[in-house]
C-alpha cells in the first residue's frame, strides 16, 4: 500500500490538460462590416513567461462575435506565411481584435522589451494585402 500513492501520481498528472502556449483565430464577415482579410491564423508569443497574456489575448470578446479564439498547445503546421511584431499593450489588443470591432481596453500585465507575437496565416481573402498589413504595423514577413 506504500507504493499507491508513487504509481498514482503518473496517472494524474497524464490525465492534466497540455499547457496552451498558442491562439488558433477564426473570423468570420457579418452584415455590412467588410470580410476580414485573414480568416483562419493562430498566434503564439515568444520572449513572454506570462501565460497571462495569451488568457488574455485569447479570450473572446463579447462585442467582437465573428471571431472565435481557441487555446492550443502548438500552431499546427498547414500555414502559408508567418508575421513576426514585437509586443506591446496595443498588440495585444490587435491580437484580439477583428477588424475595427475590437476592444479598447489595453493589456495591463508586464510586456518584455523583446518579446514577439508570431502569427501563422492559414486561409486568407487576399494574401497579398496580409503581407502589406503585417508589414505596415512593423511586422516581418515569413514563407
Avoid at 507504493?3 to 490525465?15: G, I, Q
Avoid at 483565430?25 to 515568444?46: L, Y
Avoid at 470591432?101 to 508586464?110: A, I, N, P, R, S
Avoid at 523583446?114 to 494574401?127: G, M, T
Wanted: net charge negative.
Amino acid at each position: 500500500m506504500r507504493f499507491a500513492p508513487v504509481t498514482l501520481l503518473p496517472l494524474a498528472l497524464l490525465s492534466l490538460p497540455a499547457a496552451a502556449d498558442s491562439c488558433y483565430v477564426t473570423a468570420a464577415s457579418a452584415g455590412s462590416v467588410p470580410p476580414p482579410v485573414i480568416t483562419e491564423q493562430c498566434f503564439e508569443f515568444v520572449g513572454m513567461k506570462e501565460k497571462q497574456a495569451l488568457d488574455w489575448a485569447c479570450r473572446d470578446v463579447d462585442n467582437v462575435r465573428i471571431a472565435r479564439r481557441n487555446e492550443h498547445e502548438r500552431c499546427p503546421a498547414g500555414y502559408f506565411a508567418t508575421c513576426t511584431a514585437g509586443v506591446t499593450p496595443e498588440t495585444l489588443t490587435s491580437a484580439r481584435a477583428t477588424g475595427s470591432q475590437g476592444t479598447t481596453d489595453l493589456f495591463d500585465g508586464q510586456v518584455p522589451e523583446h518579446a514577439k507575437i508570431v502569427s501563422y496565416y492559414y486561409e486568407a481573402s487576399d494574401r497579398s494585402q496580409a503581407k502589406v498589413d503585417c508589414e505596415s504595423a512593423g511586422g516581418e514577413w515569413g514563407r
